[in-house]
């Protein structure tokens, strides 16, 4: 299934390489142009179609567990003060998305939204350290039913140019609800309480709602 997200631009991409190809056979001098731009042209509409898919994840959930918000590589894993709106020393894990994961983002627990803001900013790697600070980012902060705030952050990188948030303040969210999408490799962070038990590592691949990153104690 192509995601909603998907659809409009999916269709554009279509119409835009169909009219080029046609374009292109009625007028080229050459037949070997067209056989060239042909199959460039399908092999891009697959990737768009790749890239916006909608996958089925039939996700079981454990109390007091936070799952991936993210398909991707975990990046970063390690404790940073967080300013933005906690104003505490949290675990940050990192999740890059490139080109080819799926970019929808998935709430990573369950509860209500108690804050959240977009900011605009540059475009740098998403690998980048301060790409969490410095890139055009949506902050969006989950308050569970035990009153324990997790901070996860949309960034864009240097190719995503679009981040799509469906988080409102005052929103009641559960785990595998959409969060957002982001356009064209990018990242997600995520900031739970010190006391939480890590699951995985740097260097990890991780798929949203299926991978364990953390158990956060009471």
């Known amino acids: 299934m192509i995601h909603r997200e998907g659809i409009k631009i999916s269709a554009i991409i279509f119409v835009v ?28 509409m697959l990737f768009i179609l790749r890239f916006f898919r909608n996958p089925h994840r039939a996700a079981s959930f454990s109390p ?6 993210a398909d991707g590589k975990v990046v970063v894993v390690e ?15 990192s999740i890059f998305m490139s080109v080819w994961n799926v970019h929808i983002n998935w709430f990573p627990v369950s ?12 475009f740098l790697l998403a ?51 959409e969060m957002g999408f982001i356009r064209f490799g990018s990242r997600v962070d995520v900031f739970l309480p010190l006391n939480s038990k890590i699951l995985v590592r740097p260097g990890q691949r991780v798929r949203g709602l299926d991978t364990p990153i953390a158990e956060i104690e009471s």
């Not at 390489?17 to 070997?32: Q, S, Y």
């Not at 509860?111 to 540059?122: A, E, M, T």
């Not at 949309?154 to 948030?165: D, E, N």
């Open 17 to 44: 390489l169909l009219v080029l190809n046609m374009i292109v056979f009625l007028l080229a001098g050459t037949a070997l142009l067209f056989w060239i731009l042909l199959p460039a042209s399908l092999l891009f």
């Open 64 to 69: 007091g567990v936070v799952y991936s918000p």
């Open 79 to 93: 404790e940073t003060n967080e300013e933005e709106y906690l104003g505490d020393r949290r675990i940050q894990i």
């Open 111 to 122: 509860g209500l939204i108690s804050y959240y803001k977009y900011h605009p900013g540059k």
């Open 127 to 177: 690998r980048h350290p301060k790409s969490s600070t410095d890139n055009e980012r949506n902050t969006v902060v989950v308050k569970n039913e035990r009153d324990i705030e997790i901070l996860i952050r949309q960034i864009a990188g240097a190719v995503a140019r679009r981040i799509i948030s469906y988080a409102e303040t005052g929103k009641k969210v559960k785990e595998a609800d």
